[in-house]
């Protein structure tokens, strides 16, 4: 009978260990934050500046940011969204550039 609720405990370890081991898996890989994505914006345009920016959509390893902008001597309002992947290096590189349709 003891023995059997040995088994049983570290069976029960055993999966909890596991889940809290992808846990913090899943969150430490493939993510990237907005002030990466800004600066890596801002590296490409140093002379725009960002009146918002926020991720969009996205999934592990990767992100969707949209921005929004203005260029210099320009009251015009722009957006983009850049794609950003996470490479196997586990930098990262923008992908894919659009305008969203207004």
Not at 5 to 23: G, H, N, P, Q, T
Not at 55 to 75: I, L, M, R, S
Request: overall charge neutral.
């Amino acid at each position: 009978m003891r023995d059997m609720r040995k088994v049983r405990d570290y069976k029960i370890s055993l999966c909890f260990s596991l889940l809290l081991f992808l846990a913090l898996g899943s969150v430490s890989c493939g993510y990237i934050s907005k002030q990466t994505m800004q600066e890596t914006f801002l590296r490409e345009n140093p002379t725009y500046t960002i009146l918002d920016s926020d991720t969009g959509e996205g999934w592990g390893g990767v992100a969707y940011h949209h921005f929004v902008y203005k260029k210099p001597n320009d009251e015009k309002v722009y957006k983009e969204i850049w794609c950003f992947e996470q490479q196997e290096d586990d930098s990262w590189k923008v992908t894919q550039r659009w305008t969203p349709k207004e």
